[in-house]
């Protein structure tokens, strides 16, 4: 016989007392909330947690099982807030998947042997369109962790990016791939190589 002091917690998941009994290690919002309120409660009564074999004929056992279910396909995940663990799973998977997508850029699945860009010319033609296509160009300079390219000696009016070099020469990005030594050759023509 129990006394009025005494709270039993009969239940047949053996996992979920282990759970609980792990309280250090707890965090997600249910588990912390059952905690919560079994802190509140022991104040005043002692709390004791006794499993219960399943499926073994014990009487009333399929009516509690019946009842669990029940509480489980409610919708509950609406009407509750994330904890940090929670949110932070779920933002890995998140990353995870989109890690596992294959990027859209136009160079991507470019096919060429030892690299994204075949060009058939010497060494200063294929290092000049490859700093122009990565963006690492002679122009561009860091101070004080800012990107500061220099002034455009075509234009002078603004930073000599490669996407403006492109744009004052008449070209896009595009043509990087599809025409690189075109694109060499209007660089060179315009005297923007010194920036490239």
């Not at 009407?79 to 991507?108: A, C, D, G, N, V």
């Not at 690299?115 to 002679?138: F, W, Y």
């Not at 500061?148 to 990005?173: S, W």
């Amino acid at each position: 016989m129990t006394s009025p002091d005494e709270i039993w917690i009969l239940c047949d998941s053996r996992s979920a007392i282990q759970h609980l009994s792990d309280w250090t290690n707890v965090g997600d919002k249910t588990s912390v909330s059952i905690l919560k309120n079994l802190k509140e409660l022991s104040q005043q009564h002692e709390i004791y947690f006794q499993w219960i074999p399943s499926h073994i004929g014990l009487f009333g056992n399929d009516t509690a099982d019946l009842l669990a279910k029940e509480g489980v396909t409610e919708d509950l995940m609406s009407r509750r807030t994330l904890t940090f663990s929670e949110i932070f799973s779920k933002t890995k998977s998140l990353i995870q998947e989109l890690w596992k997508t294959p990027p859209t850029h136009p160079w991507y699945n470019r096919q060429a042997p030892g690299g994204a860009l075949s060009i058939k010319a010497d060494r200063v033609v294929q290092t000049t369109i490859s700093r122009l296509a990565s963006g690492h160009i002679r122009g561009l300079s860091f101070h004080l962790g800012q990107k500061i390219y220099e002034n455009c000696t075509k234009c002078n009016l603004v930073q000599a990016t490669p996407d403006h070099l492109l744009f004052c020469a008449g070209l896009d990005r595009e043509n990087i791939y599809s025409s690189p030594l075109l694109v060499y050759d209007f660089l060179r023509t315009l005297g923007l190589m010194d920036l490239v």
